[in-house]
């Protein structure tokens, strides 16, 4: 969607590195999420984040972290202790109430080296 | 976390076939979204209901908001090759998130 930028589009993780992927929007919504797809299947939540300065852990937290020091952004750091970290993650933002559809970035593709 | 129930998985079609695909769920939602993923791309949003019974169209695609609020409807007619993707639906938690269906993949068969 535009409005939602992710960067980079691939990115590639040697064994032990922490890799930090990017997600950035210009719409002033609220609400930020990132979410871990691995091939043929749906959406998992990672984390997200409602305001500024505040994150909630999602279903599959476990190896990542976030930050959200700004409203326009929310990065997501992928860390070693992450063991199968080989996915598509996607950002998404929601603005409004909580009825309103989520909007996404295009996506990052994260590979182990 | 709980996900909706998408059904069927896949679906191969015929070019200029129509397609039916639903979304069910054991609890009662206020919202209805439905997505596109294109291959390699952040999923889009088709459609989003928001009252029982609704019935919305976007362009060549409809979609239904059931009566019970447990269920939707996505219908697209005389399918073409660019129809091909993972279709989702979606519904709010009430916590400012998001239930996904496991998702609907489509080929179309030119």
């Known amino acids: 969607d535009g409005g939602i930028t992710q960067s980079p589009k691939y990115l590639f993780r040697k064994e032990g590195q922490n890799v930090t992927l990017s997600c950035e929007q210009n719409l002033n919504h609220d609400a930020m999420y990132w979410y871990r797809q691995d091939p043929g299947q749906g959406l998992r939540l990672i984390y997200y984040s409602q305001i500024v300065n505040d994150f909630q852990k999602g279903d599959i937290a476990e190896g990542y972290s976030v930050s959200r020091e700004k409203k326009e952004s929310f990065p997501l750091t992928v860390t070693s202790a992450q063991k199968n970290p080989t996915a598509f993650y996607l950002c998404?933002?929601?603005?409004?109430?909580?009825?309103?559809?989520?909007?996404f970035g295009d996506g990052t593709r994260l590979s182990i080296l | 976390g709980q996900q909706l129930n998408q059904s069927p998985q896949s679906m191969f079609i015929q070019e200029g076939e129509d397609v039916s695909m639903n979304c069910t769920s054991s609890?009662?939602?206020?919202?209805w979204l439905w997505y596109k993923q294109d291959p390699g791309e952040g999923p889009v949003l088709l459609i989003a209901l928001y009252k029982a019974g609704e019935l919305t169209s976007n362009g060549r695609l409809t979609a239904q908001f059931g009566i019970t609020r447990k269920d939707s409807f996505l219908n697209i007619s005389a399918s073409i090759p660019s129809d091909v993707g993972i279709y989702f639906c979606?519904?709010?938690?009430?916590?400012?998130?998001?239930?996904f269906g496991t998702g609907t993949r489509l080929t179309v068969i030119p």
């Open positions: 979606a519904a709010p938690t009430g916590a400012n998130n998001l239930f």
């Open positions: 998404a933002v929601m603005g409004g109430n909580s009825n309103q559809p989520q909007h």
């Open positions: 609890s009662i939602f206020n919202t």
